[in-house]
């Protein structure tokens, strides 16, 4: 006899590659692509220890799911999206108690032609994407992370690193100028709502604080003279903050992206380090890696 025990389960569909399209009367349209994943929890142990199946709502209906409720429903904000699926989840199946939707929004940007916005025309003109977590538990209400991914950004100067701890192992040089460049990770975590109608009544916040948050970014990255990564996130996440109200805390997480100098002094005595420096060698790994979690006084955003 097996002494084992089934201690978690969840399953569902990941990658479900959706778009929709906005047909308004002035005949412009707007468009929005996302990928969606959804996992489901509940009374499903069956399904692992028994080899019953009667518990189970197929990943293909989740897939058939999404789809159905894009067309019924808002995609924007992918918040509210994420809370209605996620919600219809545990409302039409009685046996589930959880369900978490991720969506993740393609960049799509109206084209300027002759000076104007076309009215069915777009460009990619950025690999960052919008991301959701959300997540629905009976009883307790949903919980929504809001954030951005992919968003590499450089300055050639305007950053330090210096005064940290020396021992036997150090090898790097303290620098007053260099060259700083990372892929922002950034996620903001909403309060909890209790019901899907409060998402609903605040789904305005949603594309402002996206909209904020990522002006945030880029402005402090570009404007402070960093002495750190640590110093210039928590700088970040202090502005998000007390931008945005509902939001409990935000996280960070940016991999310094290093760009070494080369001393070409072997060829002709070549000056190519300190202030004449100008060719690098951009490195792929190994990296910095700085994470944080700045949370408001006296709040809790987690389920």
Not at 16 to 28: F, G, M, N, S
Not at 280 to 286: E, K, L, T, V, W
């Amino acid at each position: 006899m097996s002494n084992a025990t089934l201690s978690h389960a969840q399953y569902g569909k990941d990658n479900v590659r959706l778009y929709k399209v906005q047909r308004h009367p002035d005949k412009t349209q707007s468009v929005t692509e996302m990928t969606v994943c959804s996992l489901l929890e509940g009374d499903i142990a069956a399904s692992w220890t028994k080899a019953d199946n009667a518990s189970i709502v197929a990943t293909d209906t989740q897939k058939q799911t999404a789809y159905v409720m894009a067309k019924q429903h808002p995609v924007n904000p992918p918040e509210l999206f994420a809370a209605i699926l996620a919600q219809h989840y545990i409302d039409t199946y009685e046996w589930m108690t959880k369900a978490h939707v991720w969506v993740t929004v393609h960049r799509w940007t109206r084209m300027e032609v002759d000076g104007k916005p076309h009215p069915h025309s777009f460009l990619r003109d950025g690999e960052d994407k919008r991301v959701v977590e959300c997540t629905a538990e009976r009883g307790k209400g949903i919980s929504i992370r809001s954030g951005i991914t992919g968003l590499l950004v450089l300055k050639s100067t305007g950053s330090q690193f210096w005064g940290y701890h020396k021992d036997e192992y150090t090898r790097l040089p303290e620098t007053r100028d260099r060259i700083l460049s990372t892929e922002v990770e950034a996620g903001w975590n909403w309060r909890i709502f209790k019901t899907l109608a409060d998402v609903e009544k605040e789904q305005g916040v949603f594309d402002q604080a996206w909209t904020d948050a990522r002006t945030i970014t880029l402005e402090t990255f570009a404007k402070e003279d960093s002495p750190s990564v640590q110093n210039t996130m928590y700088l970040m996440s202090e502005q998000i903050l007390a931008k945005v109200p509902m939001v409990d805390s935000v996280e960070y997480k940016l991999p310094n992206k290093h760009y070494f100098e080369i001393d070409l002094s072997w060829f002709k005595g070549l000056k190519n380090t300190g202030e004449d420096a100008e060719v690098y060698a951009p490195q792929s790994d190994p990296n910095g890696l700085i994470q944080c979690t700045v949370t408001r006084q006296g709040s809790s955003s987690k389920l």
